[in-house]
C-alpha cells in the first residue's frame, strides 16, 4: 500500500512557475516509477511525466517537453514537478501516482493516486 500527498499548487499568471510536490509513505518508494497525470474539467486524466524508480530516466508529453521537469529523493519519499512557463492550457488538477511498470504513460498502469493539487494559470 502506497500513500501519496500532494502540494504546491496555486494561482499563477502566463509564464510563471510552479513547483508540485509528492509525498509518499512507503518503505519500498524506490521500486516504483513515479508519475505526473492532469485532469481539467470535461476532459481526460492526460500524462503529464514520469521517472523511473532509481531517476535516472524520465518521460514528459510532447505539450510540457522544455518547460516541465520531474525529479525525485529516494532517501526522502518525494517526488516533484518543476513548471516553467506556465501557460493558460496546463491548468488542471495535477495528481501524483505510483507504478510498478515503466515506461509507461497511462492512467491504468498506476496503481497509487494522490488526491490532487489544483493548479491555475491565468491573469
Known amino acids: 500500500q502506497v500513500q501519496l500527498v500532494e502540494s504546491g499548487g496555486g494561482l499563477v499568471q502566463p509564464g510563471g512557475s510552479l513547483r508540485l510536490s509528492c509525498a509518499a509513505s512507503?518503505?519500498?518508494?524506490?521500486?516504483?516509477?513515479m508519475g505526473w497525470f492532469r485532469q481539467a474539467p470535461g476532459k481526460e486524466r492526460e500524462f503529464v511525466a514520469a521517472?523511473?524508480?532509481?531517476?535516472?530516466?524520465?518521460r514528459y508529453a510532447d505539450s510540457v517537453k522544455g518547460r516541465f521537469t520531474i525529479s525525485r529523493d529516494n532517501a526522502e519519499n518525494m517526488v516533484w514537478l518543476q513548471m516553467n512557463i506556465l501557460k493558460p492550457e496546463d491548468t488542471a488538477g495535477y495528481y501524483c501516482?505510483?507504478?510498478?511498470?515503466?515506461?509507461?504513460?497511462?492512467?491504468?498502469?498506476?496503481?497509487?493516486w494522490g488526491r490532487g493539487t489544483q493548479v491555475t494559470v491565468s491573469s
Open positions: 512507503t518503505r519500498t518508494f524506490s521500486s516504483y516509477t
Open positions: 521517472i523511473i524508480g532509481g531517476g535516472g530516466i524520465t
Open positions: 501516482a505510483a507504478s510498478n511498470v515503466f515506461p509507461t504513460y497511462s492512467p491504468r498502469a498506476y496503481a497509487y
